[in-house]
Every structure is written in structure tokens, then in C-alpha cells.
């Protein structure tokens, strides 16, 4: 697979852009032909799921509908739509002694994708691979075998029909332990491998991977009511970042209340909160003022929910809300609500996260409200690309120095 | 070392420009102050690596003299000239619900540094630490310990007596292989690992490390001579290639020539080269030319010489010379000499490395070259950064959303 791959991505990497939005046109448009057999294939994975005993949200995640394969499809049409990171300069000077230098965005080469479950990741990384010039190898989760099997053949397919080659788009079929493990050590053939799963993926990539790769980490986020805030849009924003979908890594896991406001501020949100059906958890002096509540343990702290609940701690400057931040944040998004100027400068600057907000919910945290139009994930780590990551995430630069002779002496 | 290299990052973090070249100056004047104790604990180095026998280019490398270390005071104050990278906005938009996005240049954290032999990387490596607002934890060979140290310890000083942290820059004690290996692996301190050495010490940080790394590593720099090229500037820059500084990684070791060129140009290059002492190999072709010459083997394509050795292979045209490329190529740099612009363009699109020359000897890429002041390694890998790197490589990215109390619905 390693080697059709670096063949497709030579063919790839000097496709113009109107050859591979054509493509991705002609991608969406065998999903659309063949939504019957996809959910025939579909209808197979779902029964085999049931027969194992799995149901809830993990049998719905597994599932397709005409309509969600439509929504598929048109996601194909929509990164066809976005401008081509391909090519572009991104600096261009000229040497001192007349060469001329240009940086060039150009494709990584050969992108793998770990994922679980949902089958639309098939269709999605492999437009975003892509759009970028890259081949894509895909890894799927066995319930789901041959609902992305369906999907990867129309999109070989489609590209076999207009001379492109299938294998730009792979699918292992090996979808055990072992076979995971091989493709995060398969250092000659893959140039970025992202995961799109749970902490146990992540952490047998972190202990497993020797090909390089972006970490999708997790987010205990913050957010922190200043002294300054409007408690109106404290509570406002505190509520949208933890019910909002709190299932997902920019949702708020934690909240922190500056002293001043905690007497007037807790009760508000804690009755929002707990209407909404969030279980609430306190310190000594948030249980001051909310005696209902459980009491927050040293658990919690470092802990990303991903559920309906939160940890609340008063804090009695924002020296310590920072303290608190610096010593348990998992270094995704953490939000600051305040009236202060002040304040917020010394939030953004101290607080080592990709991304901060300033008076607005850490769900913006996110490549689509970012305007990337795509997100292939949301890196926690410091290296190649922090944040949101759209296509640019998935290329790399080159310098092309033109002289005319030029020798060093 | 880690948790004092994390709180000195902190203050560095928020450390003006003006601050910290005050302080590259004042660590720049006590290395001038201190020539005498420097070359003290430089003797006993010396005095230390011949008793255990070593001699040749190694001991040249551990020498210091008075000049020498002028030129590594210099060297930061040429560092506190350089723009400062932190801070510097890298993009910036509004969100379409008018949340005003910037993307602002930070520091990195802590960053490590493992280097062999010379004594100068301690200071210029410290530099380059400081100047991009990160903790440095430098670790260098046990032969240089006592020089090392009387170069840390003025840096160290400098800062101190300016009221700034002196664990800035940390020199490691321990220059056990064990000390390494512990470095490479403390996650949870380290932001980054830039080695600077052999192909062992990159081989055991491939192997070893899960701190975040960049790999500075083997050029096996190719110059393809087409058959269009000007043969006089296409021996100019090969001879230059090759001869210049022949141990660094920017020299080229193989040499392809076209066909239709091979019985003119192979001759005058032979002779240039030879006569420089060049040890020439040649493939059937190029000894059907230059019948007095090795032959060169299947061992020779791939191997970076660093030496005077010049492997030469005759190809049929600009697609075989691609091929051998792509096969043997490590991705640092390579160069066409050519008049057709159809085959620079194809040849630029068509090399997948950091560097690709048209019409300049491979021996350009380098930080210094490229214009950016100084330089910390240069980057064969493909994510993060890629080739030369200066300050900017020691930086990552950070989002901040200035809001009004927006959520998301």
C-alpha cells in the first residue's frame, strides 16, 4: 500500500487545482449513483454491530441514511470549493548575491488516517488528502468495514474513470491491533499520520508511532469569570461552552469564579447548569455558596468530561485562575470573560493554549467557524500546526533558489 | 532542570525585545570578560581528550582561543540584532460573527539542545534560545564539560545580574548516554529537542526520543548537469558542490550527467576535481569516459560522504536522472544546471526536498545564506519546519478571539 501510494501522490502532486476539483466533483457524484449499495453495505455493518451486542450512540455513529450520504457527498463538493493551498508562495526573497528564493507550499506526500466508527471520515479525509495533493491511506474500524469499503470504491472508481490514479485513496483492509501498529511504524511511506478517535488511540500513537504525527489531544478547557465580567454574558457563555455539545473537545469542562462575583454569580449559572440537567461539582468555596453541590476532588481537575458535567473553583485573583490553568489545562482552548483590559491582555499572554478566547465560548475553537471551510482535526501540540487544521495543515514548504551560476565562496 | 526551565520560560515569555538584547549584550560582555577562565577550563579540556588519545579534526573542534571566543560573543550580539519573532502576527480575520481572530507568534517553552564537541553551540545555541523567548537545557559532550560549563555559567551570570532567571539557559551535568536518553524522553518538560550531531546521535533520537524533535539530517545533495546546461557554469558548480567545505551536509556527493554532454563534460569536470584530489566512482557509463576511474556500487547511491568523494552516474535523460533521485535522495538539496526552462520547472516540481537549486551550487542552503541572521540546524523532515532553520523554527503559533459575548448556536 506505502508503495501505490507514493506513486499516486507523484501523479497528485502536480495535478493543476481544476483537475482535482473535477475529480471531487466526480467523487460526489458516484456516492450520489451508488447510495443503495452503500447502504446495503451499510445495513451489513449495522446487523453485525447489533449481533456483538453494540448499541446507543456507538450503533449511531455507525450508521447512514440517503440522507447522510447525501450531506457526504456535497462535503466533497465543498472542499472542491476551497482554495488550493497547493503552489502558493508563501515567502520569496532575493540573496544577497541575486539568486532569487521562493517558498512553495507543496503536499506532504503520503497521509494515513486512523479513525473510529463513522464512516464519513472515509469520504472526508480522503477529500482533504486530496484537495491537498496528497494520497491518503485510510484506516477504519472493523464495524464499519464494509460501509467504507462502499464508500472507498466509488471514490476509486471515480478517479480510475477520469485516468487518475485509484490508489490515491486506500483502505486497509486489516482493520486488527497489529495492523494499526504497522501502519503507525511504517516510516518509509507515510509523511503525517492523524488520528481522529478516543484517548486510547492517542495514547498508542504517542507510545506506538515512529511516522510523524499530529496529536488531535484532548481539551479541559477553562473558562474563567473575571472580577471585571458582565455576569450576563458569563453566564451566557459558560452555559454555551458546556452544554452546548459537551460531548466534544472544545467544550468547557471547567469553571473558574473570581471571589468578588461568586456570592452573585454561582447561583445564576448553577441554576442554568443544573436545569439543563449538568451535574455540578465545587470546591470548598464554590460549596460555600452552593451547598447542594458534590465536592470536587483532586480527580477532577486535570479530567475532560466529555459529558453534562463540570468543576466549578473560586479564585481569588486572576494570578491564581492562571496558577490553576497553567498547572491542569491540556493546552487546548481556555476562555476569559471580563470587562478588564488589563486583564484580558495578561490572560492572553500567559495562557500557553492554541487558542484563547476573549468574551466569547470556547466552542469557536473550531476549523469551520475559523473560515478553513474543512478541519482534518484540532492539534494540542506545538509542532508543524496548532489549532484548528484545515488543508494548509496537511502540506508542507520547499525552497526553489534560481541563479545563474552562482557558487559560495 | 525541567521544572526550573518551564518557570524561567514563563518570565522569558513576556520579556520585551529591548530586554532581551540588553541581555544578549550583557551575556556577550561577560563571555569577553571572562576569556581568561574560559581558555583555562578549555586547557583542561584539551589536556583531558589527548590523554585519552584524541587528536586529528575532533581535538581541533574542542580548541578555544581568545579569538574564538570573540567571535561567540559576537555571534549574540549578532543575535540581538535579528528581529524579534514573538509577537509578530502571522494572520488575523473576523469571524463571520465578529469575533476578531489574530494568529500571534509565541515561544515555544523549553527547548533542548544535544550537541557534540564544540564548545561554541553552548553559547550560540543559548542565544538563539533567549532571543525566541524559550528555556534552554543544553546538553554537549562530556570532552567539553569544563568549557561548556565556564561559558554557561557567564551567560548564566549575565542574566542574573540583570535580574533575570538564570536557569534560561541549564547546561546538563550528566553527560552520560543515559543523560541523553533521559532528555529525549522527558515529555513532560520539553517543547522541543533540536539535535546537533553525527548520524548516531540522529539515529538514537529516532529510536529513542518522545519528546518533540527535529531531525537536522544527511544531505546526499545531488547535481544533475542536462543536456542543455552552460558546461562551463555547470563545472563551476559542480567543482564548488563538491570542494567548497566537503564535510557539511550542504555538499554534493553525486553527480548525474546527461548523455548527450557526458563525453564533453565528464573529462573537464574528471580533471577539476581529480586534480583537487577529489576521489572519483563512476557508474559503466561515466568509466566508458573516464576509464581510470572506481567503479562506483550499489553501496555508493545512497551514502552521504561528507569527503572528497564524487560518485558519477551518465543518465539518458531528465526523467532517468528524476528516478535516481527519488530513489536515493535523503530530501535536503539538489540542483539542475540547465538552459531548457521546461526542465528546471520539471525538475523543481518533480524533486521532493527542502532545497531545490536551479543554476546554484547545492552549498547555498544555509540559514546564513538564506537571510536569516543565524541558524540552528537544517531541517530534513517534512512537518514543523523545513530547511535551514532560524529563530522562527524555535516558535509555534497561538490563536486569540476577542469577542463580545459570543456563543455559538
Redesign the interface.
Same mark, same amino acid.
Given at each position: 500500500m506505502g508503495s501505490k501510494a507514493r506513486d499516486s501522490a507523484?501523479v497528485l !502532486?502536480?495535478l493543476d487545482p481544476a483537475t482535482k476539483n473535477e475529480a471531487l466533483f466526480a467523487m460526489a457524484g458516484e456516492l450520489d449513483a451508488r447510495v443503495e449499495p452503500i447502504l446495503a453495505a451499510n445495513a451489513g455493518d449495522m446487523q453485525d454491530a447489533r449481533d456483538e451486542g453494540i448499541s446507543g450512540s456507538l450503533l449511531d455513529r455507525l450508521a447512514l441514511s440517503a440522507d447522510r450520504v447525501g450531506v457526504i457527498a456535497n462535503g466533497l463538493r465543498k472542499v472542491a470549493g476551497l482554495p488550493d493551498p497547493i503552489g502558493s508562495l508563501t515567502g520569496g526573497?532575493v $540573496?544577497?548575491?541575486g539568486?532569487h $528564493?521562493q517558498r512553495i507550499r507543496?503536499p506532504?506526500?503520503v497521509v494515513a488516517v486512523i479513525y473510529e466508527a463513522r464512516p464519513n471520515v472515509t469520504a472526508d479525509a480522503a477529500g482533504l488528502c486530496f484537495k491537498s495533493g496528497n494520497a491518503a491511506i485510510l484506516r477504519g474500524s472493523s464495524y464499519t468495514l464494509r460501509s467504507n469499503n462502499a464508500i472507498a470504491d466509488a471514490l476509486r472508481d471515480a478517479l480510475e474513470a477520469l485516468g487518475l490514479p485509484a490508489d490515491a485513496v486506500q483502505l486497509m483492509q486489516d482493520t486488527s491491533r497489529e495492523g494499526a501498529t504497522a501502519l503507525m511504524q511504517a516510516k518509509d511511506w507515510i509523511? $503525517?499520520l492523524v488520528p481522529r478517535g478516543g484517548p486510547g488511540l492517542i495514547a498508542a500513537i504517542?507510545e506506538l508511532a515512529?511516522v510523524?504525527f499530529?496529536i488531535d489531544g484532548a481539551g479541559n478547557c477553562h473558562v474563567y469569570v473575571d472580577a471585571s465580567a +458582565?455576569l450576563e %454574558?458569563a453566564a +451566557?457563555?459558560a @452555559?454555551?461552552?458546556k452544554t452546548?455539545r459537551p460531548g466534544v473537545c472544545n467544550a468547557a469542562e471547567k469553571l473558574l469564579v473570581h471571589g468578588d462575583v461568586a456570592a452573585e454569580f454561582l447561583p445564576v449559572i448553577a441554576e442554568r447548569l443544573v436545569s439543563f440537567g449538568v451535574e455540578l461539582r465545587g470546591d470548598a468555596e464554590t460549596r460555600a455558596v452552593l451547598p447542594g453541590i458534590a465536592l470536587a476532588t483532586e480527580d477532577d481537575w486535570p479530567t475532560e468530561y466529555l459529558d453534562l458535567i463540570m468543576a466549578i473553583k473560586v479564585v481569588p485573583s486572576l494570578d491564581a485562575a492562571l496558577d490553576h490553568i497553567r498547572a491542569y489545562s491540556t493546552g487546548h482552548t481556555e476562555a476569559i470573560v471580563t470587562g478588564d483590559l488589563m486583564a !484580558?491582555d495578561r490572560f &492572553?499572554?500567559?495562557t500557553?493554549? !492554541? #487558542? &484563547? %478566547? &476573549?468574551? !466569547?465560548?470556547t466552542? @469557536?475553537?473550531d476549523g469551520e467557524?475559523?473560515?478553513f471551510g474543512a478541519e482534518i482535526g484540532i492539534s494540542t *501540540?506545538?509542532?508543524?500546526v496548532?489549532?484548528p487544521m484545515g488543508l494548509e495543515a496537511l502540506t508542507?514548504?520547499?525552497? #526553489? $533558489?534560481?541563479?545563474?551560476? *552562482?557558487?559560495?565562496?
Open positions: 507523484r !502532486a502536480s526573497w $540573496l544577497t548575491n539568486i $528564493l507543496v506532504l506526500g509523511d $503525517l504517542e515512529t510523524p499530529v +458582565d %454574558m +451566557d457563555i @452555559f454555551n461552552a452546548h !484580558a &492572553v499572554r500567559e500557553d493554549s !492554541a #487558542v &484563547v %478566547m &476573549v468574551n !466569547a465560548s466552542r @469557536f475553537t467557524e475559523f473560515g *501540540q506545538k509542532l508543524h496548532r489549532g508542507t514548504e520547499k525552497y #526553489v $533558489l534560481h541563479g545563474k551560476g *552562482q557558487i559560495r565562496s
